[in-house]
């Protein structure tokens, strides 16, 4: 029986790690190859939402990692410098994420597009942590939602905003312009003697 695991739609900052149990490498590389138009870890996961196979997975949110090419690092460090999880959470797999040598799928929850998925992982994927980030800091990454997306016609569209002018500059005309009155006065007072 596999682990089924329902992600909700706009699931943030949890982070799945599955093992690639494929210690042969010819039979990773092609798990991993994705020149027929399926990726192997997709297919594995078997994603649907609503009962229907889901095609929307961002693979820009998947990472294929091996742990020996991680150094003292290690895939635990990896998790808390990398992907943000708090020592805490990863403190008691430690030893456990240390022994892995096999490659391992890193999946985040912007990999399903904000969509409600159901994913019951199959071989050669096993599931080996399900992780929370630590509170996001402010980014300055685009919304990848429909409603922050404006949409503006041509009817609608306005006229460039001028910008306003600093009061430092507003306050240096009206000086030179009382200046400037004040010169004329004296200039008349002074030409009618």
Excluded: C
């Amino acid at each position: 029986m596999s682990d089924r695991f329902d992600i909700p739609a706009h699931e943030a900052e949890v982070v799945r790690v599955f093992l690639i149990d494929l210690p042969d490498d010819g039979q990773r590389q092609t798990f991993l190859d994705d020149s027929e138009g399926t990726w192997g870890p997709i297919t594995a996961l078997n994603p649907t939402s609503e009962g229907e196979p889901f095609t929307g997975m961002d693979r820009s949110y998947m990472d294929v990692v091996d742990p020996d090419d991680l150094d003292e690092v290690g895939l635990g460090g990896l998790l808390t410098e990398g992907y943000g999880i708090a020592e805490a959470e990863v403190a008691p797999l430690r030893a456990r994420l240390g022994a892995i040598r096999d490659s391992v799928l890193i999946v985040s929850s912007k990999a399903f597009a904000g969509t409600a998925v159901a994913i019951e992982p199959r071989a050669p994927l096993r599931w080996v942590a399900t992780l929370r980030q630590e509170a996001a800091r402010g980014t300055m990454e685009q919304l990848h939602v429909e409603s922050a997306v404006g949409q503006v016609t041509a009817d609608e569209a306005a006229e460039p905003v001028k910008p306003a002018l600093p009061m430092v500059l507003k306050l240096t005309l009206v000086l030179m312009a009382v200046a400037v009155l004040v010169a004329i006065v004296l200039g008349f007072s002074g030409a009618g003697e």
